[in-house]
Structures are given as structure tokens and as C-alpha cells.
């Protein structure tokens, strides 16, 4: 023991070679999946939300990340036994992917539709 402490997060490994400058933990970084599902699904949905159908943007990287945002939606969670294919997942804007939360995707995507039809009968 020489009185070094080494942390390790949860998915990364120790960086036991102390000589060497410590790297930053990989967590949650975009897998290259992603990036292209991102882009494929960009692409199907002609850049638009899947729940708000409003223009998305095709950059979700830049930090904070804006509202408009591409990101990857899971319509039944990751976390939930949902899985990274098709079908899926979708391309949702980052307002979206946030606001709905727990909400079951049929019933947001409803909802989203309601909040359209409103929207598109008091313009009229
Ligand atoms: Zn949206």
C-alpha cells in the first residue's frame, strides 16, 4: 500500500497505471448504435419528433442540450426490458423525451396529439 486511493465508478475500470494522467470515466457515452440509429431515424421521420412532430435539431451533443434536440427515445425504457431496435425506438426532441417522464408512450403520444388538434383548430 503506498496511500493511493483509487476510485472506480460504476461502469468504468480502475486506472491502476498511476504514472500515467487519468482518463475521463466513459458513462453513457453514445454508442456508435446510436449515432446512427440517430441519424437513420432523423432521416424516416423527416427530422420530425415522433410526439410533437415539430422540427427537430440533428446535434444533440452541445451542452445544455436544447429543447429541440435530437435524442433517442426507447418507447418502453430501457430500464424496463425495452430494447435498441426497431421498433422500438424513435427519434423524440429533448423537450419531449423529458416531459414525458413515466407517462406510457401511447398515452403521451395521445396526448401530444390532443395538444395538435387544439392548437390547429383555434389557429383556424
Ligand atoms: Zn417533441
Known amino acids: 500500500m503506498d496511500g493511493r486511493v483509487i476510485l472506480v465508478l460504476p ?32 432521416q424516416e421521420q423527416e427530422g420530425l419528433c415522433f410526439y410533437c412532430r415539430e422540427p427537430m435539431m440533428p446535434k444533440p451533443f452541445l451542452r445544455p442540450i436544447a429543447p429541440r434536440a435530437l435524442t433517442l427515445e426507447h418507447l418502453t425504457p430501457l430500464s424496463e426490458g425495452g430494447s435498441r431496435r426497431f421498433p422500438n425506438e424513435v427519434a423524440a426532441c429533448n423537450h419531449c423525451n423529458n416531459q414525458r417522464g413515466t407517462t406510457s408512450w401511447l398515452l403521451f403520444y395521445c396526448l401530444k396529439e390532443l395538444e395538435r388538434d387544439e392548437s390547429g383548430s383555434a389557429a383556424a
Request: aromatic content about 4%; overall charge positive.
Open 11 to 42: 461502469g468504468t475500470k480502475a486506472n491502476t497505471h498511476a504514472d500515467r494522467p487519468l482518463e475521463a470515466p466513459r458513462i453513457n457515452h453514445p454508442t456508435r448504435h446510436d449515432s446512427l440509429r440517430r441519424a437513420q431515424l432523423f
